[in-house]
Nanobody
Framework: QVQLVESGGGLVQAGGSLRLSCAAS????????MGWYRQDPGKQRELVAQ???????AYAGAVKGRFTISRDNAENTMYLQMGSLKPEDTAVYYC?????????WGQGTQVTVSS
């Protein structure tokens, strides 16, 4: 069983930056892909960014050019660098890691962007 722990959320003004971290309790080499998702109350959870084991990245249109996903295999950690933050980026951010057989989620970290 792998545990994922997010950190780095908080309150920031519009235009500011935050870096989220997702630390895994074991090696992240085994995961086909890892990703960041977010969810506002009353809305569906949505994909923000994803990175494959080969380093290929994909972003939601709303964050492309402002957010950067990365992973450090040696540290078993995935990151989300968020810049030019907007009030509409406010949500709980979750990390996810999966293989063909397993699917793990973190507990989430709150990001609040004030206008």
């Amino acid at each position: 069983q792998v545990q994922l722990v997010e950190s780095g959320g908080g309150l920031v003004q519009a235009g500011g930056s935050l870096r989220l971290s997702c630390a895994a309790s074991g090696s992240i080499f085994r995961f086909n892909a890892m990703g960041w998702y977010r969810q506002d109350p009353g809305k569906q959870r949505e994909l923000v960014a994803q990175i494959t084991s080969g380093g290929r990245t994909a972003y939601a249109g709303a964050v492309k050019g402002r957010f950067t996903i990365s992973r450090d295999n040696a540290e078993n950690t995935m990151y989300l660098q968020m810049g030019s933050l907007k009030p509409e980026d406010t949500a709980v951010y979750y990390c996810r890691a999966f293989t063909f057989h397993d699917d793990y989620w973190g507990q989430g970290t709150q990001v609040t962007v004030s206008s």
